[in-house]
């Protein structure tokens, strides 16, 4: 079995690894930011009672925490699946031809620029510790006791989702009814500028990104907020 190595140098795995996580928070919170804001400001277009404002909003929150979750889940878990079969194969290969993985890995690192000499003993050191970890390695950019799990991302999924969403629920709840909606804009917008500039930290992308988000984010508030001072107007509300 052979594979092309890839991506983050082995040292900077972990690292990679909590910024991916960081840059997934991130983006769960503004997630549960905007349709949290949205939802909450098209039920307050139609009216200024707290009650349902309050419940389409506990709504939103917990529906769309559920639906990050599975989601995340679901992902987690194919990807799980996925490097287990890998994992599995590679087990089952050293079984089967040793000398032949033991060829294999050593060619991995010949390629890597090793003399033939060298890569040969690294290869043999490397698999008299532990074969199948030095061949993940090498070959898949695996490691096997650092697999995703799926109910750790679900969790972290929902959580972030959650914080951000709580944000534009109390501004919508406890600000004053005359002033609800145009500050509750206000501090989403503040929110989503800071969400999306550690988000392209994070990223390493551009502030457009961020002005995308931020654009994007009162562009589904006003949105919203047009359908229901509409559906209010009309009486179909």
Same mark, same amino acid.
């Given at each position: 079995m052979t594979g092309e190595h890839g991506g983050v140098e082995p040292h900077d795995r972990g690292v990679a690894a909590r910024l991916n996580w960081l840059r997934a928070a991130v983006l769960g919170a503004n997630d549960g930011i905007v349709s949290t804001a949205a939802t909450v400001?098209?039920?307050?277009?139609?009216?200024?009672?707290l009650p349902p404002?309050?419940?389409a909003g506990s709504a939103a929150v917990v529906g769309g925490a559920a639906s990050m979750a599975l989601g995340?889940?679901?992902?987690?878990?194919?990807?799980?699946?996925?490097?287990? &079969?890998?994992?599995?194969?590679?087990?089952?290969e050293l079984?089967?031809?040793p000398a032949g993985e033991l060829s294999e890995l050593a060619g991995l690192y010949e390629a890597k620029g090793l003399s033939p000499s060298t890569a040969r003993r690294v290869a043999i050191e490397l698999t008299d510790h532990d074969a199948l970890a030095a061949h993940l390695s090498a070959e898949l950019d695996i490691d096997e006791l650092e697999l995703a799990?799926?109910?750790? #991302?679900?969790? #972290?999924?929902?959580?972030?989702?959650? &914080?951000?969403a709580v944000l534009p629920l109390l501004a919508i709840l406890l600000l004053p009814a005359g002033v609800r909606i145009p500050l509750t804009f206000v501090a989403v917008l503040v929110a989503l500028t800071i969400t999306g500039a550690v988000s392209a930290q994070v990223g390493g992308t551009?502030?457009?990104?961020?002005?995308?988000?931020?654009v994007g984010?009162?562009? #589904?508030?006003?949105?919203?907020?047009?359908?229901g001072a509409l559906l209010g107007t009309t009486g179909v509300a």
């Open positions: 400001i098209g039920v307050a277009g139609v009216t200024n009672s404002i309050l419940v995340e889940y679901v992902s987690v878990s194919s990807q799980k699946d996925s490097q287990e &079969a890998l994992i599995e194969k590679e087990r089952q079984r089967d031809d799990n799926p109910w750790h #991302a679900a969790f #972290a999924s929902a959580a972030a989702f959650a &914080a951000g551009r502030r457009r990104a961020m002005l995308r988000l931020t984010g009162a562009l #589904a508030m006003a949105f919203t907020y047009v359908v």
